[in-house]
């Protein structure tokens, strides 16, 4: 990945110094990392019973879902902030919505983190990554990252260069330019199958993927002859949905991935205290390089977009027994939305 290859190139060149420079670069750039591997799991939904009626008999078709999983591998170094708590061990369940971030705490330094995650959730295989490097300076930053988000059904590589400009010693300000390496996302597969009347040709669209339907014996059939279905409910209802979404990550992966040059405004606030802490930062994306090409977002949206992200983390300890807490994560690229968040009130009895 470019980031891999990012810190390998730099790993090279700094090894052409003397190995004493190069064993120092090694040890500054781990030290304080943790490496961490972890597995968890549980039960999933239930099974499901889809009940037809087959020549005046009736009939069920049992849907199971398999148990939930999820393998982490993982390295991080990223300076704890003040309102985090500390944990004793990682086990990739964690969701630190700062990691999100343009800054972090630590300054002429690297921070880092590279993570992947195979997981099943609800019957689906998805195989996530999320990659970070960045490097803040007093008046400038840099930040390279990768995102493969299979639930969310995102994934892009993204790099930016900015300046910096600190209005006060708890807000701050960047811009600079971004680059995104992405699928061309906007193109619709199954434009070409649509109707007059918005339905769609999926039957038809299924033979052509190599599946195969008896009528008289009512049998549906994989590409490979197994029997998928014996009646049009559970056809319509689960194989033609899996049908479609095979179809669509088909045809997309067939494309090359699209480049994107954009501007990048931004901003950072934290300012903590024991009783309130307020945590921000948000990154807009205005305006985006039209290179001409028949897959650029460009010619899906008619013109230019505006992308963005932003989060929040706030804390509020009201009383000696009384806290409030909010935080959250938004992004919207291309066509592209997801978001996490979570709040609550705690209330401690002395």
Not at 212 to 236: C, F, K, L, Q, R
Not at 288 to 316: C, K, P, R, T, V
Request: proline fraction near 3%; aromatic fraction near 18%.
């Amino acid at each position: 990945m470019k980031k891999l290859l990012i810190i390998l190139l730099l790993t090279i060149v700094s090894c052409v110094t003397p190995k004493k420079c190069c064993g120092q670069i090694f040890e500054d750039f781990f030290k304080y990392s943790t490496f961490y591997t972890s597995v968890n799991g549980g039960n999933s939904i239930s099974d499901q019973s889809i009940f037809s009626i087959n020549s005046g008999i009736l009939e069920e078709d049992i849907v199971e879902t398999p148990y939930d999983y999820t393998v982490t591998f993982g390295v991080r170094k990223i300076q704890r902030f003040q309102y985090e708590p500390k944990t004793n061990f990682k086990d990739g369940t964690e969701t630190s919505f700062n990691d999100a971030a343009t800054i972090g705490r630590l300054k002429n330094k690297f921070e880092y983190l590279f993570e992947v995650d195979m997981r099943r959730q609800a019957g689906s295989n998805f195989f996530d990554q999320h990659h970070m490097i960045r490097y803040v300076a007093d008046k400038w930053m840099l930040k390279t990252e990768y995102l493969q988000d299979g639930f969310a059904d995102i994934e892009y590589f993204e790099s930016s260069q900015r300046l910096r400009y600190t209005k006060t010693g708890t807000l701050s300000f960047n811009m600079g330019a971004a680059q995104r390496i992405s699928e061309p996302y906007g193109f619709d597969p199954l434009q070409e199958w649509l109707l007059a009347n918005g339905g769609i040709h999926y039957t038809y669209l299924a033979i052509q993927e190599g599946y195969n339907i008896d009528v008289h014996n009512s049998e549906y059939m994989d590409p490979n002859g197994n029997v998928v279905a014996t009646t049009p409910e559970v056809w319509e209802a689960v194989v033609i949905p899996q049908v479609l979404a095979d179809y669509v990550v088909s045809e997309r992966n067939k494309l090359e991935r699209q480049w994107s040059h954009s501007l990048v405004f931004g901003f950072d606030y934290y300012k903590y205290k024991k009783e309130v802490w307020m945590h921000a930062w948000g990154n807009v994306m205005p305006w985006h390089y039209d290179d001409g090409g028949i897959y650029s977002y460009h010619e899906f949206h008619g013109g230019q977009w505006l992308d963005y992200n932003a989060g929040m983390i706030f804390g509020y300890k009201i009383t000696k027994s009384l806290g409030a807490f909010v935080e959250g994560k938004y992004h919207k690229y291309w066509d592209r939305k997801w978001y996490d968040f979570k709040f609550g009130v705690n209330y401690i009895i002395f």
